[in-house]
């Protein structure tokens, strides 16, 4: 009899990764020649799980994006893993900037990602196991197609898939 095979969709962070990525875009903007005598902070609200940005104007918070975004890919951490909240004004004209850090699958979009595996008619099996998908299947081949359909999908949460056996 064959051995069931399986893996695991979730949006799981990697916080460690996640500061050692602010802390590389922290120095690249202490160094840049744009930013000099500017207000430029990130602030990481772990407990919230909420990233800040605050500038003095919106170009900047722009610029500041971009380069965290920059420093999250190259630690193997989607942009997609931010999503912005809201925009306000602080004091001396500065603007600041909330994202939310998006670390878990919700609900509508696991059972669109279990919708998405049965249309595809592979003998594997989806399951929702609270804030992960789990998929199980006899052939590895059915899994790795299960994997690059769901890849395809454009989904808010960054997806992960691990735990595959």
Do not use: C, W
Not at 47 to 62: F, P, Q, V, Y
Not at 64 to 92: F, N, P, Q, Y
Not at 111 to 136: F, N
Request: no cysteine; net charge positive; hydrophobic share 45%.
């Amino acid at each position: 009899m064959a051995k069931d095979h399986y893996f695991d969709i979730t949006a799981k962070l990697d916080m460690m990764e996640l500061k050692n990525a602010l802390v590389m875009a922290e120095k690249e903007v202490a160094t840049r020649f744009d930013f000099k005598g500017l207000v430029a902070e990130f602030n990481l609200n772990e407990a919230a799980k909420t990233l800040s940005l605050s500038s003095s104007t919106d170009s900047k918070i722009d610029a500041l994006k971009d380069i965290l975004i920059s420093k999250l890919i190259k630690r193997g951490i989607a942009g997609k893993a931010l999503e912005e909240v809201k925009t306000e004004g602080i004091s001396g004209g500065n603007t600041k900037v909330i994202y939310r850090i998006v670390d878990t699958i919700d609900k509508d979009e696991a059972k669109q990602i279990v919708k998405v595996i049965k249309a595809m008619k592979i003998k594997v099996t989806p399951s929702i196991q609270g804030d992960e998908v789990r998929v199980s299947g006899k052939k590895i081949d059915d899994l790795q197609a299960v994997m690059a359909e769901v890849k395809s999908l454009d989904l808010k949460a960054p997806l992960v898939f691990g735990n595959f056996k």
